[in-house]
């Protein structure tokens, strides 16, 4: 079966591949030419996640799943959520976003927090999600070089390593989107 993964990310396309096997052929954004932007506008990551899937089912008409991660900070509301990737106001830049994360949790003993990852699958019209979380807390300041984005800041909840001094390989066991990715596998692999 052909199935979109509404990604550019070729990371994430390989990944995939990688564990899914050849029963499913996995083609990205640019494999069915869509040059276009996928919207991400509803404000919530379960909503994102659908937004994006729903854009390429209805464009492209071909079975396809989108995901949408954050990180939830409970003293912040669940901040920055959503708004993870821009968080200090550039796509991408973890430095600023870390710093105004610490800035905004300055003086706070309330420091649980969790990686959330939602994938939207949409198979011959049909919908269907799947979550990946893990808890934790945010420390104070910044440990290790691994990883992206918040992983300096953020240790899972019984582990004494933050996701930045784990490898890649320790960090895929536990990680919010390796399970949110095990629950889609799961779901195809028993599809008839
Ligand atoms: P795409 O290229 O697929 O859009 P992305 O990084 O922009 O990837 P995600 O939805 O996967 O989008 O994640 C949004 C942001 O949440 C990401 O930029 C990070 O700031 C943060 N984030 C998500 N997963 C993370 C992880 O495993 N470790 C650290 N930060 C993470």
């Known amino acids: 079966m052909k199935l979109c993964f509404a990604t550019r990310n070729a990371n994430k396309i390989k990944e995939i591949k990688d564990k899914l096997g050849d029963a499913f052929e996995i083609v990205s954004l640019e494999d069915i030419q869509c040059k ?10 379960e909503g994102n996640s659908a937004q994006k899937a729903q854009f390429v089912w209805e464009h492209y008409k071909i079975n396809c799943f989108a995901d949408d991660s954050g990180l939830e900070v409970d003293a912040l509301n669940g901040a ?5 990737a821009m968080y200090a106001g550039v796509h991408g830049d973890s430095e600023a976003n870390i710093k105004l994360l610490l800035k905004n949790l300055q003086g706070t003993i ?19 999600q799947f979550e990946g979380t893990i808890e934790g807390s945010i420390l104070p300041e910044t ?20 996701f930045a001094e784990m490898s890649l390989e320790e960090k895929n066991k536990i990680s919010h989107r390796s399970l949110a990715t095990e629950k889609l596998i799961q779901f195809l692999q028993s599809t008839p």
């Open 80 to 84: 920055p959520g959503v708004d993870s």
């Open 143 to 162: 440990k290790g070089q691994e990883g992206f984005g918040y992983d300096p800041v953020f240790l899972p909840k019984g582990y004494q390593q933050t």
């Open 110 to 128: 309330h420091r649980k927090a969790h990686f959330k990852t939602v994938i939207t699958l949409i198979l011959n019209g049909d919908t269907h």
């Open 36 to 45: 276009e932007e996928l919207p991400e506008t509803t404000g919530t990551i």
